[in-house]
C-alpha cells in the first residue's frame, strides 16, 4: 500500500511563499493537487519519476515550483507570490510510471490526506 503523507500547509499573507512536502513510501511520479471549497479538485503541478519533467497548470507557472528528492521519496511544492485564490486543500498524489497520466486527477492511485493553504488578502 502506497502511503503519502503531506506537510507544510498554514495561513500566509497575499504576495507570501510556503513549501509543501510530501513523503512517499516509494518511488513514483507525483502530483499536486487542490481543491478550493464548492469547487473541483484542479491540477497544480506534477513531476516525473526521474524530476526530469515537471508539469504546471497555466495560473500557478512562474509562481510555483515542483521538485522531488528521489533519495528521500519526497516531493516538493515550492508557492510564491501567493494570491487568495491559491486558497484551497492541497493534495500530493502518485502513480506507477507505466500509466502516468500528470494532469489527471482521477489516474493518480494514491492520495495523501491534504493540508490546508490559506491566503489572506
Known amino acids: 500500500q502506497v502511503q503519502l503523507v503531506e506537510s507544510g500547509g498554514g495561513l500566509v499573507q497575499a504576495g507570501g511563499s510556503l513549501r509543501l512536502s510530501c513523503t512517499a513510501s516509494?518511488?513514483?511520479?507525483m502530483g499536486w493537487f487542490r481543491q478550493a471549497p464548492g469547487k473541483a479538485r484542479e491540477f497544480v503541478a506534477a513531476?516525473?519519476?526521474?524530476?526530469?519533467?515537471?508539469y504546471y497548470a497555466d495560473d500557478v507557472k512562474g509562481r510555483f515550483a515542483i521538485s522531488r528528492d528521489t533519495a528521500k521519496n519526497m516531493s516538493y511544492l515550492q508557492m510564491n507570490r501567493l494570491k487568495p485564490e491559491d486558497t484551497a486543500v492541497y493534495y500530493c498524489?502518485?502513480?506507477?510510471?507505466?500509466?502516468?497520466?500528470?494532469?489527471?486527477?482521477?489516474?493518480?492511485?494514491?492520495w495523501g490526506q491534504g493540508t490546508q493553504v490559506t491566503v489572506s488578502s
Open positions: 516509494g518511488r513514483y511520479p
Open positions: 513531476i516525473s519519476w526521474s524530476g526530469s519533467s515537471t
Open positions: 498524489a502518485a502513480d506507477h510510471r507505466d500509466s502516468w497520466y500528470p494532469r489527471m486527477s482521477h489516474k493518480y492511485h494514491y
